[in-house]
């Protein structure tokens, strides 16, 4: 009987494992992100466009090394959402634009955080 249990047992522990891992490594990257953000906001708020637009470039780069993961593990809709806000912040960073800059920074660092908190292991996401 108690070897019978060893298999779901060991799965479940699998399981809780992994989405423990899962949990923070979302945290973690979405935390990144923010930071090259918020570093990306503040070359644009002193007209350092060149910048701003080489820390965006650069936050992109890292969040598109990450698509597959994000695919797999969230819904492919906040992801979808969340690269067009990237785009967007490219393209008002490349037109020279900071009110709209600012607007869509603030949204996609608001939507990189939902991201975070979908995959946060916590008991109003398991029920």
Not at 32 to 38: G, K, P, S
Not at 59 to 87: K, P
Not at 92 to 117: T, V, W, Y
Request: glycine residues 2%; negative net charge; aromatic residues 8%.
């Amino acid at each position: 009987m108690k070897k019978a249990l060893l298999p779901p047992l060991a799965v479940l522990a699998a399981v809780l494992i992994l989405s423990l891992w899962n949990s923070h490594a979302m945290s973690a990257s979405a935390g990144r992100w923010q930071a090259q953000l918020e570093q990306a906001g503040r070359f644009a708020q002193t007209d350092c466009w060149q910048d701003a637009e080489a820390a965006l470039l650069i936050s992109y780069q890292d969040w598109s090394n990450a698509q597959i993961w994000l695919h797999i593990v969230t819904e492919h809709e906040a992801v979808d959402d969340a690269e067009a806000m990237y785009r967007r912040a490219m393209a008002f960073a490349a037109a020279r634009e900071p009110s709209e800059l600012r607007a869509e920074l603030a949204d996609l660092r608001d939507q990189l955080r939902l991201l975070a908190e979908m995959e946060r292991f916590d008991i109003k996401n398991v029920l």
